[in-house]
């Protein structure tokens, strides 16, 4: 039930949990998509106690966030067993994690007194995965070992915007770095040590990285059509 594209930590610590979950899950008549939306409770809970801006509370809120990330992977598990895969499905699973990003950067960004920083990071994540999903062709397959871990429409960036350039070793090592599952978690363990400010001057650097390979990307596959 994995996927090629899941990252370390979902390999090795969220996987595991979840296909654990999904076998129960499968005795249920439950739907991907329902599954979907039941736990979109979690991240909106999560953004109650990053607001409050403590210690304990944006733990909390972290550890709800990661729980998300592992429960996140039962709707895709269930669509496999079931032969239940849909367009729709993709496109709601990807929405909400994005929604829920964007409400999580806002609520920790407002609960640690940076509202400015967090609204950067947000409008760069929207603008990005606007150009991926708009204008940068996806990629269906590529010969590149490192574009077999990425979803299609990354793989259109990575190769639009030329940073194979610098080496597949080299591309592969960031993006395992910063895919999504390994991010929620770093982000848990720097709540651990009190360093929220960093999760925030984390993902702003990443963000705005992807969205100078998305506008490279976006306009050669515009100039090419």
Same mark, same amino acid.
């Given at each position: 039930?994995?996927?090629?594209? $899941?990252?370390?930590?979902?390999?090795?610590?969220?996987r595991p949990i979840s296909r654990y979950i999904t076998r129960y899950l499968l005795e249920w008549s439950i739907h991907p998509s329902a599954w979907t939306m039941?736990?979109?409770?979690?991240?909106m809970l999560a953004c109650a106690f990053l607001l409050r801006g403590d210690y304990g509370s944006i733990v909390i809120g972290t550890a709800m966030y990661q729980l998300y990330s592992i429960l $996140?992977?039962? $709707?895709?598990?269930?669509?496999r067993a079931r032969n239940l895969e849909s367009k729709f499905g993709e496109w709601l699973d990807n929405t909400c994690d994005l929604i829920s990003s964007i409400f999580f950067?806002?609520?920790?960004?407002?609960g640690i007194r940076r509202p400015g920083e967090a609204l950067i990071c947000a409008a760069a994540i929207g603008t990005s995965e606007y150009l991926l999903s708009r204008g940068v062709?996806?990629?269906?397959?590529?010969?590149s070992a490192v574009g077999q871990t990425l979803y299609p429409r990354h793989r259109g960036m990575v190769e639009g915007s030329g940073l194979l350039a610098l080496g597949e070793g080299f591309v592969s090592a960031i993006f395992q770095a910063t895919k999504r599952d390994v991010a929620i978690f770093v982000f848990f363990l720097l709540a651990l040590f009190d360093r929220p400010n960093w999760i925030l001057h984390l993902w702003t650097t990443v963000a705005?990285?992807?969205?100078v390979l998305s506008t490279i990307a976006y306009r050669k596959s515009k100039s090419r059509s």
């Open positions: 039930m994995s996927k090629p594209q $899941d990252g370390l930590v979902s390999r090795y610590l969220n039941s736990i979109f409770v979690l991240p $996140d992977g039962c $709707d895709g598990e269930i669509a950067l806002m609520a920790l960004g407002i062709r996806e990629s269906a397959s590529t010969s705005l990285a992807s969205l």
